[in-house]
């Protein structure tokens, strides 16, 4: 991570935040990221974006929304991975005024010449979320579907993972079983590997297969340890695989 290069340096500093995220060393990941954005200063946008991408990720992985926000809301022009973030950790919030704004003005962005067929899939997605952080489940699942028709995603591609809960809260979990096949797994971020055995083991635990439930769970407990408790979304964990008789 000391080549004179910054491109490769901060490339290389997001190979190494990646490497301690499979390794569940939170704070390793955190400072990892953060050094990538400091080097990426003044240099590669792109690159600066995913390092500011992999710090809001990391931090909501932990449940500290309102730093996310705090991160993001000077950066969030446009419809980009951070706009999603953004509007996810405003949710988490119950902050939904703001997430009505963010809607709005990607309306707007919309409206540019050109800029319709860019943002169509965007604007589904905002709407799957404001539809997830209201109760509606029904209506999330229509609009994360309608972003992946808008995107020209294949209809079992699992976009994210509220598409999951939501099918679950809705009853309808035995839906959510193409989303969760086997992907290639050199396509897979250690966030995405493990938040999928948190959803196979929420779906099969909805279906009643039990054992699937309870071996998911195990592996996730398995790979995260002690940092298991760091991490809101999947603090159930636990307690979900004692009932399933661990």
Do not use: C
């Not at 993972?161 to 309808?172: D, F, I, Q, S, Y």
């Not at 971020?189 to 071996?215: I, K, M, Q």
């Not at 999947?234 to 009932?243: E, G, K, S």
Request: glycine fraction near 8%; aromatic fraction near 8%; proline fraction near 5%.
């Amino acid at each position: 991570t000391r080549s004179a290069d910054p491109v490769v340096r901060v490339s290389a500093l997001l190979g190494v935040a990646e490497s301690y995220l499979w390794q569940a060393r939170l704070d390793d990941v955190l400072s990892t990221y953060q050094r990538a954005y400091d080097a990426a200063a003044g240099g590669d946008a792109q690159l600066r974006l995913a390092a500011l991408a992999g710090l809001a990720a990391t931090r909501s992985m932990e449940g500290d929304y309102a730093r996310v926000v705090q991160t993001l809301q000077p950066a969030v022009h446009s419809p980009s991975v951070l706009a999603y973030q953004y509007v996810v950790a405003l949710g988490e919030l119950h902050r939904y005024p703001e997430m009505e704004a963010v809607q709005r003005d990607l309306v707007r962005f919309a409206a540019r010449p050109g800029m319709a067929a860019y943002a169509g899939g965007a604007l589904h997605g905002m709407q799957a979320y404001i539809a997830y952080y209201h109760d509606d489940w029904t209506g999330a699942v229509r609009e994360f579907r309608g972003a992946k028709e808008a995107t020209h995603q294949p209809a079992d591609a699992l976009g994210d993972a509220r598409e999951v809960l939501a099918l679950v809260n809705a009853g309808r979990a035995a839906e959510a079983l193409p989303l969760l096949k086997d992907p290639d797994p050199r396509s897979l971020s250690a966030a995405s590997v493990h938040n999928r055995l948190y959803l196979r083991g929420r779906v099969y635990e909805a279906l009643d297969r039990r054992p699937e439930a309870a071996a998911a769970y195990r592996q996730l407990v398995a790979d995260w340890g002690a940092a298991l408790p760091r991490m809101p979304r999947w603090r159930d964990v636990p307690q979900r695989l004692a009932r399933l008789g661990g």
